[in-house]
């Protein structure tokens, strides 16, 4: 089946400490995106890629860091620089060039920074 | 700027009954896509349905349906024979181009037995 992959689910981390999230899809989409989810919030973009080797800073990007070395890879970092890591992240992927600019979502990752 | 809101936090209906969720935008592009994503509680975001801007037709997929009023630039989704399985957060949102998607901040809609 295709589809988008993160892992793991939840991930807990000492303040202080960089820590990547994965996010894999098997759907052959150009466009890859990273959003974060806090209660009472929509989604805000993080940083998204349109091709390999090429990825632009979304509305929140400070205190991430992302690689897009295979079309199929997306990982985030969130390093010790953001200041309230804790939220729920979600990986998307969109087809280019159809237009109707629908994101596939991914399942998600808790993360939460103690 | 494009803007999404969503002005109901909270909704709730009684299964089989019919609920409108409400949604308003602000965006000076002409060509764009609406859309309805849910999210259950497993935290999956599905798209519900895709509204583009310059079709004037309403939208439908089974018993979700759109009210799209480009001119007020108002997007309501209306669930029609609510069933348990719609209990989620709905959110709204609007894209012009594959860099860009806005979401609203989303509405918890419980439906009752």
């Known amino acids: 089946d295709g589809g988008i992959t993160q892992s793991p689910k939840y991930l807990f981390r000492k303040e202080g400490q960089n820590v990547t999230l994965s996010c894999e899809q098997n759907?052959?989409?150009?466009?890859m995106y990273w959003y974060r989810q806090d209660p009472g919030q929509g989604l805000r973009l993080i940083y998204y890629?349109?091709?390999?080797?090429?990825?632009q800073k979304g509305d929140i990007a400070e205190g991430y860091s992302v690689s897009r070395e295979k079309k199929e890879s997306f990982p985030l970092t969130v390093t010790s620089a953001q200041k309230n890591p804790t939220a729920f992240y979600l990986c998307?992927?969109?087809?280019?060039?159809?237009?109707?600019?629908?994101?596939?979502f991914g399942p998600g990752t808790r993360l939460t920074v103690t | 700027a494009q803007t999404v809101t969503q002005s109901q936090p909270e909704m709730s209906v009684q299964e089989a009954e019919t609920v409108t969720l409400s949604c308003t935008y602000d965006?000076?592009?002409?060509?764009?896509?609406l859309f309805w994503y849910k999210q259950p509680p497993s935290r999956q975001m599905i798209l519900v349905i895709r509204?583009?801007?310059?079709?004037?037709q309403n939208a439908t997929e089974n018993r979700f349906s759109v009210n799209f009023q480009k001119a007020a630039k108002s997007f309501s989704l209306k669930i029609s024979d609510s069933q348990l399985g719609d209990t989620a957060m709905y959110f709204c949102?609007?894209?012009?181009?594959?860099?860009?998607?806005?979401f609203g901040a989303g509405t918890r809609l419980t439906v009752k037995p």
């Open positions: 998307a992927s969109s087809i280019l060039g159809q237009g109707s600019y629908e994101q596939y």
């Open positions: 509204q583009e801007a310059y079709k004037q």
């Open positions: 949102a609007f894209s012009y181009n594959n860099n860009d998607m806005r």
């Open positions: 965006t000076s592009e002409s060509n764009y896509y």
């Open positions: 759907l052959n989409h150009d466009a």
């Open positions: 890629s349109q091709i390999v080797n090429d990825f």
